[in-house]
């Protein structure tokens, strides 16, 4: 039996300027069910108010608080250690970072950082990680679906830095259990009694399997035929998210 449902935003509930279809009434049934509902996203091009009002504007019907962005998650913890990072980020969320970003970077905090990702800021993060900074990763996703094609994400890049500099990202977005964990505590239900519905197979499916969470991977958005085969815990693996509302409501 299902208590809450997690899920991701894009590709799931919408591919790029379109709605999936049937999504906003899925939506509308789990909102209006017992079971607790949240959306989770490792998005970083957008501010957590941006992604708030898409999903208005896409006919969603929701609160703020039931989002849950990587981006938030990763500025609590930098402020929680007094981190000064260097921030590579994407232009569209820098003013959300801007009170952090400060000189003497003494942690390095990459998201999806688009163009930011050239070889003289990549070469800054690696010499500051090399010193023995911290580097922090908004998550492991290694690649994005936009304007019907598949997109780098910011995963390639932490590895890379990670090799480069030989240590470890602390990550703060999914795939990451405490990330999972932390929308967990939000809710009434255990981590067991949690679904989580996603468009990745590894951030959104395994992440959460890993973290204790059920998983329903969605055909549609960044999935790539045979993805159900790359995770052997087993897990739902349906159409669309209207598929996976069903089964959750039908389980509640």
């Known amino acids: 039996m299902y208590q809450a449902l997690f899920f ?5 509930l919408y591919d790029g300027e379109l709605v999936i279809p049937g999504a906003v009434e899925a939506i509308a049934r789990a909102q209006a069910s017992a079971l607790e509902v949240r959306f989770v996203t490792n998005t970083s091009r957008k501010t957590c108010t941006q992604i708030y009002h898409d999903l208005l504007g896409f006919g969603f019907s929701l609160e703020p608080a039931q989002i849950f962005t990587a981006p938030v998650a990763a500025k609590a913890l930098l402020k929680q250690h007094h981190w000064r990072p260097y921030c590579l980020v994407h232009d569209n969320i820098r003013s959300e970072f801007a009170e952090l970003d400060l000189p003497d970077p003494n942690a390095v905090f990459i998201s999806d950082a688009e163009s930011g990702f050239c070889y003289e800021a990549l070469d800054k993060a690696f010499q500051l990680c090399h010193a023995g900074a911290p580097l922090i990763g908004i998550g492991l996703n290694r690649y994005f679906k936009s304007d019907g094609k598949l997109h780098l994400d910011a995963g390639p890049f932490i590895r890379a830095i990670e090799f480069a500099a030989a240590t470890e990202a602390i990550i703060v977005g999914k795939p990451s259990a405490d990330f999972f964990a932390q929308v967990v505590r939000s809710v009434a239900a255990p981590a067991d009694k949690v679904l989580m519905v ?32 790359l995770v052997k815990e087993p897990f739902l693996c349906v159409d669309s998210v209207v598929e996976a509302v069903d089964c959750a409501l039908r389980v509640a």
């Open 8 to 12: 991701d935003i894009s590709g799931v």
């Open 198 to 229: 996603g468009d990745d197979v590894f951030g959104d499916v395994e992440g959460a399997l890993n973290a204790g969470l059920k998983a329903c991977l969605v055909k549609t958005g960044k999935y790539q035929p045979s993805d159900e085969l």
